[in-house]
């Protein structure tokens, strides 16, 4: 299997259904069902929203460090079966911390987890862009004793509304701590959001970034720049940004020359862990290994942590 890093990957959407009623069993915590299927059968979604809705109710059964080292433990025994060489892995700590549970657990649980395996992996705080932005400055003014725990900064959660400039000052904050900067752009919202996270956020990589591409100015910028776009094609799917794998544009994004990757986003409820999504690819759009191999070879070059068995 080809080698590979993923980048785009939130820990929170690796729980899988019957994690989530293990873990509500653990916890005693009450479920609408304990039946793993009944869950997964929810799994229907009509946009970003109805997909993070969901989301955030399940992950509430994530309680003690223990959960988070198991949760961690879990996709990375995936994503070794899977090729991943290396991971760059978010976590929302905002939706952890919102029902108690402290940074001290979130950091303590993946941490320990990330040094327990042999997957070269880091992690990505993200935050909740529909939560604002002085929220944002708290928890990262929070997580600072954490700071080795961690390389960077992402923006994820409902996008149309929040746009990245809204959170200029946390990412200054961030960038002064020497910290990598990422956020999600052009997944729901256009590319004017894609431009707002390079030109006020300064960020390194574009998380989704596919409509990016209704703007010819913008594509070549991101060509120019090099700057890398972590394309998730089987979340884009069930969540409808594009009506079908074989509608999709992460091609054309190729044959502009663009740094694109391929991730698996939250493969808990999106069908498919990272190689799954390389499949998909070659089965359905007809993507050839040439381009395949050239998007492997990409995550290499956009990961943030130099990874030595690289390409291998
Ligand atoms: O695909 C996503 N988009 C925005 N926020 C998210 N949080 C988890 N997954 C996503
Ligand atoms: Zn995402």
Same mark, same amino acid.
């Given at each position: 299997m080809?080698p590979?890093? +993923?980048?785009?990957?939130?820990?929170?959407?690796t729980?899988?259904?019957e994690?989530v009623?293990e873990?509500?069993?653990?916890?005693?915590?009450d479920?609408?069902?304990?039946?793993?299927e009944a869950?997964r059968?929810?799994?229907?979604?009509?946009d970003l929203?109805?997909?993070?809705?969901?989301y955030?109710e399940?992950m509430?059964?994530?309680?003690t460090?223990?959960?988070f080292?198991d949760?961690?433990?879990a996709?990375?025994?995936?994503?070794?079966?899977?090729g991943?060489?290396?991971?760059?892995?978010?976590?929302?700590?905002?939706?952890h911390?919102s029902?108690?549970?402290?940074l001290?657990?979130?950091?303590?649980?993946l941490s320990?987890a990330?040094?327990?395996?042999?997957?070269?992996?880091?992690?990505?705080?993200?935050f909740?862009?529909?939560?604002g932005?002085?929220?944002?400055e708290?928890v990262l003014r929070a997580?600072l004793?954490?700071?080795?725990?961690?390389?960077?900064v992402?923006?994820d959660?409902?996008?149309?509304?929040?746009p990245p400039?809204?959170?200029?000052r946390?990412?200054?904050?961030?960038?002064a701590e020497?910290?990598?900067?990422?956020?999600?752009?052009?997944?729901e919202?256009?590319?004017?959001?894609?431009? +707002?996270?390079?030109?006020v956020?300064?960020?390194?990589?574009v998380d989704?970034g596919?409509?990016?591409?209704?703007?010819p100015?913008l594509?070549?910028?991101l060509?120019e720049?090099?700057?890398p776009l972590t394309?998730c094609?089987?979340?884009?799917v069930?969540?409808r940004?594009?009506?079908?794998?074989?509608?999709?544009i992460?091609?054309?994004?190729l044959d502009?020359g663009?740094?694109?990757t391929v991730?698996?986003?939250?493969p808990?409820y999106?069908?498919g862990?990272v190689?799954d999504?390389?499949?998909?690819?070659?089965? +359905?759009?007809?993507?050839?290994?040439?381009?395949?191999?050239?998007?492997?070879?990409n995550?290499?070059?956009?990961?943030?942590?130099?990874?030595?068995?690289?390409?291998?």
């Amino acid at each position: 299997m080809r080698p590979k890093a +993923e980048l785009h990957l939130h820990i929170e959407g690796t729980l899988e259904p019957e994690l989530v009623v293990e873990l509500a069993r653990r916890n005693g915590i009450d479920l609408p069902t304990f039946d793993a299927e009944a869950i997964r059968a929810r799994y229907d979604f009509a946009d970003l929203q109805s997909f993070l809705d969901i989301y955030y109710e399940n992950m509430a059964v994530l309680r003690t460090d223990r959960d988070f080292y198991d949760l961690a433990t879990a996709y990375l025994a995936r994503a070794r079966a899977q090729g991943v060489r290396h991971a760059e892995i978010f976590f929302d700590p905002q939706a952890h911390l919102s029902r108690g549970v402290s940074l001290e657990a979130v950091f303590g649980g993946l941490s320990a987890a990330l040094k327990d395996s042999d997957v070269s992996a880091a992690l990505i705080m993200c935050f909740l862009r529909d939560q604002g932005a002085a929220e944002a400055e708290e928890v990262l003014r929070a997580a600072l004793p954490y700071r080795e725990h961690f390389i960077g900064v992402g923006l994820d959660s409902a996008e149309v509304g929040h746009p990245p400039a809204l959170f200029r000052r946390v990412f200054d904050m961030a960038a002064a701590e020497g910290l990598r900067r990422v956020a999600h752009a052009g997944e729901e919202g256009g590319p004017d959001y894609v431009w +707002e996270a390079l030109d006020v956020l300064k960020v390194e990589r574009v998380d989704h970034g596919i409509r990016a591409m209704e703007d010819p100015s913008l594509v070549a910028r991101l060509r120019e720049e090099r700057i890398p776009l972590t394309v998730c094609p089987l979340s884009n799917v069930r969540l409808r940004t594009v009506p079908s794998l074989r509608d999709h544009i992460l091609p054309a994004m190729l044959d502009e020359g663009l740094l694109v990757t391929v991730n698996s986003d939250d493969p808990a409820y999106f069908g498919g862990y990272v190689e799954d999504n390389y499949q998909a690819l070659r089965d +359905e759009l007809g993507m050839t290994d040439a381009q395949l191999d050239q998007i492997a070879r990409n995550s290499f070059t956009a990961s943030f942590v130099e990874v030595p068995s690289a390409g291998q």
